[in-house]
């Protein structure tokens, strides 16, 4: 299965505007970005990247500093691209329902495109569970802003009608959470068939449960 737009090289139009040195970091992050999918942050090595980008490693290393830094970036451009294929989309949509479908659609069709790689969040959470400090962080932060976003959009439908009264929004978005992490397990882990009509059908129930 192919990988996300999210996943592959930045807009070489974009990357042309940007000062040589910023050029030059933002390809280190892309193909970093790239690896990270396939081995997880901690796998990603300096070695590897400079080997990728025909680098030195001092050379690699300078635009970061550390191997934190080079992680913590990879997170954030990841969020970035996250938050352009899923979330901006949805907010051309009418408040309510109809932002709400979008939302999880728009993250299905991303998580879709990832099973074949795997999610950054998800591995990260993984690797950086039990480990304190900036990655940890960075990570945290990234995966609240987008729960933080399902959360309103969930009060917002509540507030025009389309779910009942009594809607606890950090609730269902607990269960719409818990719904992709499962069609990851499922597909990606289990090979399970069948995966992604189940989360679907999983939305749809949480709607009904709660009234739309």
């Given at each position: 299965?192919?990988?996300?737009?999210?996943?592959?090289?930045?807009?070489?139009?974009?990357?042309?505007?940007?000062?040589?040195?910023?050029?030059?970091?933002?390809?280190?992050?892309?193909?970093?970005?790239?690896?990270?999918?396939?081995?997880?942050?901690?796998?990603?090595?300096?070695?590897?990247?400079?080997?990728?980008?025909?680098?030195?490693?001092?050379?690699?290393?300078?635009?970061?500093?550390?191997?934190?830094?080079?992680?913590?970036?990879?997170?954030?451009?990841?969020?970035?691209?996250?938050?352009?294929?899923?979330?901006?989309?949805?907010?051309?949509?009418a408040r309510g329902l109809p932002r709400?479908?979008?939302?999880?659609?728009?993250?299905?069709?991303?998580?879709?495109?990832?099973?074949?790689?795997?999610?950054?969040?998800?591995?990260?959470?993984?690797?950086?569970?039990?480990?304190?400090?900036?990655?940890?962080?960075?990570?945290?932060?990234?995966?609240?802003?987008?729960?933080?976003?399902?959360?309103?959009?969930?009060?917002?439908?509540?507030?025009?009608?389309?779910?009942?009264?009594?809607?606890?929004?950090?609730?269902?978005?607990?269960?719409?959470?818990?719904?992709?992490?499962?069609?990851?397990?499922?597909?990606?882990?289990?090979?399970?068939?069948?995966?992604?009509?189940?989360?679907?059908?999983?939305?749809?129930?949480?709607?009904?449960?709660?009234?739309?």
């Amino acid at each position: 299965m192919p990988q996300s737009a999210s996943l592959q090289s930045s807009s070489p139009a974009k990357v042309r505007a940007l000062p040589k040195g910023q050029q030059t970091k933002a390809a280190i992050v892309d193909t970093a970005l790239r690896m990270a999918a396939q081995v997880g942050l901690e796998g990603l090595s300096i070695g590897a990247l400079a080997e990728a980008m025909e680098m030195s490693k001092s050379g690699v290393f300078a635009h970061f500093g550390s191997r934190d830094e080079l992680q913590i970036s990879v997170v954030r451009e990841y969020y970035t691209r996250f938050e352009q294929e899923v979330f901006q989309p949805a907010m051309a949509q009418a408040r309510g329902l109809p932002r709400l479908r979008s939302l999880f659609d728009h993250w299905m069709r991303y998580t879709s495109a990832e099973l074949d790689s795997g999610c950054i969040f998800i591995s990260g959470a993984v690797e950086f569970d039990d480990r304190p400090g900036p990655v940890r962080d960075a990570l945290i932060a990234a995966v609240s802003a987008w729960l933080v976003a399902m959360e309103r959009a969930v009060a917002q439908a509540r507030a025009e009608g389309h779910l009942a009264d009594d809607t606890d929004e950090r609730q269902v978005t607990f269960e719409i959470h818990g719904l992709i992490l499962a069609l990851h397990y499922d597909a990606r882990f289990l090979l399970g068939s069948g995966a992604m009509e189940r989360a679907v059908r999983g939305f749809d129930n949480i709607l009904a449960r709660h009234g739309a």
